[in-house]
């Protein structure tokens, strides 16, 4: 057995949103041998969607230290390292700052000794395939999904000429919990919400008016509106219309409530969940439990539901309201790493040992080589680097925030005042501004 497998291992997960840090740190668990001491290290990068302390605790994960960082501050402190004391280094970001960090990366290690660095998408990918992989690609690991989304990311990587073999199909990694068994007392339907999907108040009340109509249809069922935040809060991404102050004012039925919390404690009492294309959706479909896709507003590439054609789960509310339940197609389902089969169990394995491998390698690693460089997408690239404050080379820009020394108490006191104010810009006035524009 290769020494990686049973050595203490020290991992660490750059996030940008409450999301991406569930998914990067279950992925952190689930990449690490069973027998090795594990400490992980969370680094949370500061912007709009940087998660509360409400938010990190609703995911559930605990990590050995958690701090705050700009991208200068996280590079310094991966390049002043003296020991280089990490072995695997996960990149839970959007595609542009998986690409700012490895070229960030790539100057701060130059040809030294470095992690092994994953990373991957926190769900389904249902658009801006190419572009989205092409600024993934660099990682050591380019993690998939499903078998389905290995075969699709290859192509991609080989159709441009880019190396594949980063490429490694795994499952999601916060799949869990204990397989459907039966309905509830009461009988349980749940609505999850999407923070950006549908984008329009007419259509998200919409929405919320036939969940409501379903309650009032069914009072012997309990009807759970499933939120993702709460007002003020951000998530990967903007939600500009909260459910919640929709549902201010309205005449709701006894059977109905809005719900927070983790997602898999409220799948434990679910019987029929429901979505537009919500990755619980696949969450549902891993412990058997009914589920709904929804056709109500068209099956379109814009809501994310054209993911789910041909799974069996497209329904409408017409449909549900007279008691149809979707049966999944269990060909789908197997495709896109649900693992309702039982295999979920050994779906990390080959990402395991192909780490180990990596650790193992006689001479360590080579530099990082994303396939964007100064040469080949002179007119791209540049820009995705300004905006984390990186030259073309991949080095903190003169001025950078925190480039230069760690913050000190004052600097921290005024930046989180100017995140809050910008914070309160972006979720509040921001929309305002832009619904009396379309006045």
């Known amino acids: 057995m290769p020494a990686s497998a049973t050595k203490s291992l020290r991992v660490a997960v750059l996030a940008d949103s409450d999301t ?7 992925t952190a668990q689930r990449l690490t041998p069973a027998a090795a001491e ?11 969607a940087t998660p509360t302390a409400r938010q990190l605790k609703e995911v559930g994960v605990q990590a050995d230290s958690l701090r705050e960082v700009t991208g200068a501050e996280f590079l310094r402190a991966m390049s002043e390292d003296p020991d280089n004391r990490y072995d695997v280094l996960v990149l839970a970001l959007v595609g542009g700052g998986v690409q700012a960090m490895l070229h960030g990366l790539r100057a701060a290690w130059g040809s030294g000794k470095r992690p092994v660095v994953v990373t991957g998408y926190v769900g389904v990918v249902y658009e801006k395939l190419t572009d989205g992989l092409l600024l993934r690609h660099g990682a050591d690991l380019v993690l998939a999904n499903s078998r389905h989304d290995a075969d699709r990311f290859r192509a991609v990587y080989e159709g441009v000429g880019a190396d594949a073999s980063s490429v490694t199909e795994v499952a999601l990694p916060f799949l869990g919990g204990e397989p459907y068994a039966g309905e509830h007392d009461p009988y349980t339907v749940v609505f999850a919400v999407q923070p950006s999907v ?8 919409y929405l919320l008016n036939r ?14 509106l499933k939120l993702r935040s709460k007002p003020g809060e951000h998530t990967t991404h903007i939600e500009e219309l909260p459910y919640q102050k929709l549902a201010q004012g309205q005449d709701l039925p006894a059977n109905f409530r809005l719900v927070y919390g983790h997602m898999g404690e409220v799948l434990d009492h679910t019987d029929l969940l429901v979505t537009v294309s919500s990755t619980a959706a696949l969450e549902a479909l891993h412990r058997r439990i009914p589920t709904a ?11 994310g539901n054209h993911h789910f054609t041909g799974s069996g789960c497209l329904a409408s509310w017409d449909q549900l309201d007279a008691g149809h339940r979707p049966v999944p197609d269990e060909e789908w389902v197997a495709r896109q790493g649900v693992a309702a089969d039982g295999s979920y169990d050994t779906a990390f394995d080959g990402a395991r040992q192909r780490i180990a491998k990596l650790l193992d390698r006689p001479g360590g690693l080579p530099p990082l080589t994303p ?5 080949t997408a002179p007119g791209y690239l540049p820009g995705i680097l300004a905006r984390h404050h990186l030259g073309p080379d991949g080095v903190p820009l003169p001025g950078a925030p925190a480039a230069d020394k760690a913050p000190g108490p004052v600097r921290q006191i005024v930046r989180r005042a100017a995140r809050g104010a910008y914070r309160h810009g972006v979720q ?9 524009g379309e006045l």
Request: glycine share 6%; net charge positive; charged share 35%.
């Open 211 to 224: 969940l409501i109509e379903h309650a009032r249809r069914h009072p012997e069922r309990e009807v759970l």
């Open 198 to 205: 549908p984008d329009n108040r007419r259509d998200r009340t």
């Open 371 to 375: 396939y964007y460089t100064p040469e």
């Open 428 to 436: 509040r006035v921001a929309p305002v501004i832009r619904r009396m």
């Open 293 to 303: 896709v929804l056709t109500d507003l068209g099956v379109r590439e814009v809501l």
């Open 38 to 48: 594990v400490r992980l290290d969370g680094y949370l990068l500061r912007g709009r």
């Open 20 to 26: 991406r840090w569930k998914w990067g740190a279950l």
